[in-house]
């Protein structure tokens, strides 16, 4: 069983260029979201989604665009990619309760020079 | 919006003692949890509480969850250097609010 799996682990990109960051779960679970993690600050929600075809912002949204398509995956996009989105970023995904447990790929740690 | 505030920012002490952690939200907590974060992996759940003055013990976790359900606490007994990590508190609500985290290191 993969859990959450989170493509690629690392990446560099140069000012301007574009990327999508992959994520995909095989739990079967309705609600997926994105975090940026940067230091001293937490993570961050990006946008969310709970379930195919319905996304929504989160905190920090912008310069991102995401899309559902189907249960299992989640994509983020970076729409032209500026030093400020340097960090690493994690994909979660979890099923519907209050108690629900939130489980987490192993995050894409993205340089932007 | 929601604030979550951790403190310690930073947290260093001897194998076997004692620390706590705590957790205070701007507003009252829809689910709070506790996650812990290793370097180089994603958060992981520890506990979840949902009742106001709940407390739940995990080994040697206890986590106290304050009456009014805007507060909550970590405390850890004797602790083992496997609990140096990132604390985090969170709000879910099919989404994570989190706090900015406490670093624990605990030195052999």
């Known amino acids: 069983n993969a859990g959450v799996t989170q493509t690629p682990k690392f990446q560099v990109l140069k000012t301007g260029q574009s990327m999508t960051l992959q994520c995909a779960q095989d739990?079967?679970?309705?609600?997926m979201s994105w975090y940026r993690q940067d230091p001293g600050m937490g993570l961050r929600l990006i946008h969310y989604?709970?379930?195919?075809?319905?996304?929504d912002q989160g905190e920090v949204p912008n310069g991102y665009n995401v899309s559902r398509s189907t249960t299992e995956d989640f994509p983020l996009r970076l729409l032209s990619a500026a030093p400020s989105q340097t960090s690493v970023y994690f994909c979660?995904?979890?099923?519907?309760?209050?108690?629900?447990?939130?489980?987490f790929g192993q995050g894409t740690r993205l340089t932007v020079v | 919006t929601q604030l979550l505030e951790q403190s310690p920012q930073f947290l260093s002490i001897q194998e076997g003692e004692n620390l706590t952690v705590y957790c205070n939200s701007s507003?009252?907590?829809?689910?709070l949890q506790w996650y812990r974060q290793e370097p180089g992996e994603g958060p992981v759940l520890l506990v979840t509480v949902v009742t106001g003055g709940e407390v739940k013990k995990l080994k040697r976790l206890t986590f106290q969850f304050g009456d009014a359900r805007k507060d909550s606490s970590l405390h850890i007994t004797a602790a083992q250097p496997g609990d140096t990590g990132l604390y985090l508190c969170?709000?879910?609500?099919?989404?994570?609010?989190f706090g900015a985290g406490t670093t624990v290191t605990v030195r052999a």
């Open positions: 989604s709970v379930g195919a075809g319905i996304t």
């Open positions: 739990m079967n679970h309705e609600y």
């Open positions: 969170a709000d879910y609500d099919y989404k994570l609010s």
């Open positions: 979660a995904s979890s099923s519907e309760g209050r108690d629900t447990e939130a489980f």
């Open positions: 507003s009252v907590f829809s689910s």
